[in-house]
Nanobody
Framework: QVQLVESGGGLVQAGGSLRLACAAS????????MGWYRRAPGKQRELVAV???????NYADSVQGRFTISRDNAKNTVYMQMNSLKPEDTAGYYC?????????????WGQGTQVTVSS
């Protein structure tokens, strides 16, 4: 069993910063890509940022230059530093990880953390 637990969401004014963290635990053999997705009310879920086990990153155009994803492989944890936040960044943010545990490899999701940016 693998669990992803997110932390770091909250309420912030436009222009402010937040740092999200997501820690994976359980019978993990290896973690491949880890990423953050978000879903705003009335909108579809979208990929925000992803990082491979080797450290390669990819970002949505809307957050490029403002958000930075990183990971600590020793702690099975992925982070996302969010700077210059805008009201349109308001959403539930969900951690995703491609995990090999036991004999299986599959995607796991965290429970989500809310980010609210006030104007």
């Amino acid at each position: 069993q693998v669990q992803l637990v997110e932390s770091g969401g909250g309420l912030v004014q436009a222009g402010g910063s937040l740092r999200l963290a997501c820690a994976a635990s359980g019978s993990i053999i290896s973690i491949n890509a880890m990423g953050w997705y978000r879903r705003a009310p009335g909108k579809q879920r979208e990929l925000v940022a992803v990082i491979t086990s080797g450290g390669s990153t990819n970002y949505a155009d809307s957050v490029q230059g403002r958000f930075t994803i990183s990971r600590d492989n020793a702690k099975n944890t992925v982070y996302m530093q969010m700077n210059s936040l805008k009201p349109e960044d308001t959403a539930g943010y969900y951690c995703n990880a491609d995990v090999t545990a036991g004999w299986a490899r599959r995607d796991y999701w965290g429970q989500g953390t809310q980010v609210t940016v006030s104007s």
